[in-house]
């Protein structure tokens, strides 16, 4: 079937513009001198640059895919459109969401809220560390910079153990940060609390609640277990 694209969000002048794209390769740094420039003028290219492995990059002029000016105009489209729409729900009918990010662990659907979420990390092999850490915590990372425990959490979820990992969350609460990999990052998605279940006491406290995707079980993660 088609992949779900993902939204890779950048900053431009103090707005956000989202690029849908197939998947995410990971995060490189290029010199501002390795640029190299078109042979002709393109609005929508800066110009390409060259990886260590030898594959061209093009480097996408973002000012050109939406001028900022035209962001006042947007927000005031929304902001009318959502008016209206609002003033045609009573306060019963208005539905109360939460903003997840969906993923796998092997094909187990799981999500944690987006606001837990830094950031998005292709995989790569962690630096393993003593036997004597945390069970949860099977290696670290550096990721700008810092240096993060990696979590495994598929032995406190009851998972399979052999799983392949293509990704890291970037998971953040109250100061606290790790690395969680997952076998697949699905996409983000609002879901009503109308169909989340809270797990009854005694259960796993990683898991907050249960709730459904297009049909399928889905089992909310609390940020604040999975860092800890």
Not at 10 to 33: D, S
């Amino acid at each position: 079937g088609i992949a779900t694209p993902v939204a890779v969000v950048v900053h431009l002048n103090g707005y956000r513009i989202a690029l849908l794209v197939e998947r995410i390769l990971g995060i490189q740094r290029f010199a501002t001198h390795s640029l190299r420039p078109l042979a002709e003028e393109q609005s929508l290219l800066e110009g390409f640059v060259t990886t260590d492995d030898n594959r061209l990059v093009a480097l996408i002029r973002i000012d050109a895919l939406a001028a900022p000016e035209r962001f006042d105009n947007w927000r005031a489209w929304l902001m009318d459109k959502s008016c209206h729409s609002g003033g045609n729900l009573g306060a019963a009918q208005r539905v109360l969401t939460t903003r997840l990010l969906l993923f796998r662990l092997g094909t187990e659907l799981l999500a944690l809220p987006l606001t837990a979420v830094e950031r998005i990390e292709e995989y790569f092999e962690p630096t393993v560390t003593p036997a004597e850490q945390a069970s949860t915590m099977t290696g670290v990372i550096q990721v700008q910079g810092n240096i993060l425990p990696v979590h495994n959490i598929e032995h406190q979820l009851g998972l399979s153990s052999d799983l392949q990992w293509s990704a890291y969350l970037i998971v953040a609460h109250a100061g606290t940060r790790c690395a969680v990999p997952v076998s697949r990052v699905e996409r983000v998605f609002d879901m009503a609390h109308s169909v989340m279940e809270p797990c009854r006491s005694g259960g796993n406290q990683m898991v907050s609640s249960i709730g459904k995707y297009n049909g399928s079980l889905v089992s909310l993660l609390q940020g604040e277990w999975v860092t800890a």
